[in-house]
């Protein structure tokens, strides 16, 4: 006698799936919004420090992205204050 294991999702588990991919949409939606923006913007974490700038905000600032993620918000606006007191 052969033995068979079938699998059936759950409906949680469609659910849970449909979540992720609900997710993952809205993620990349925001992701394209955030890096068109024509104004500049970015996101801090709760000690300042910047998680993601977008373009508009690289070129405002006079960095690239890389230089930016990390560094505190108050040493880049800093950094720009001091340089138009010169």
Known sequence: M?????????PISLRLKNLKEARQASEGRF??????LPEYCYMTSA????????????EALGYNK?????????DVY?????LKAR
């Open 66 to 74: 890389e230089e930016l993620l990390g560094k505190p918000l108050s």
């Open 47 to 58: 000690t300042g420090e910047i998680l993601d700038v977008n373009p508009a905000a690289c």
């Open 78 to 82: 800093a950094r720009r204050v001091s």
């Open 31 to 36: 992701s394209q919004f955030f890096s068109t």
């Open 2 to 10: 052969e033995s068979r294991v079938l699998f059936r999702r759950s």
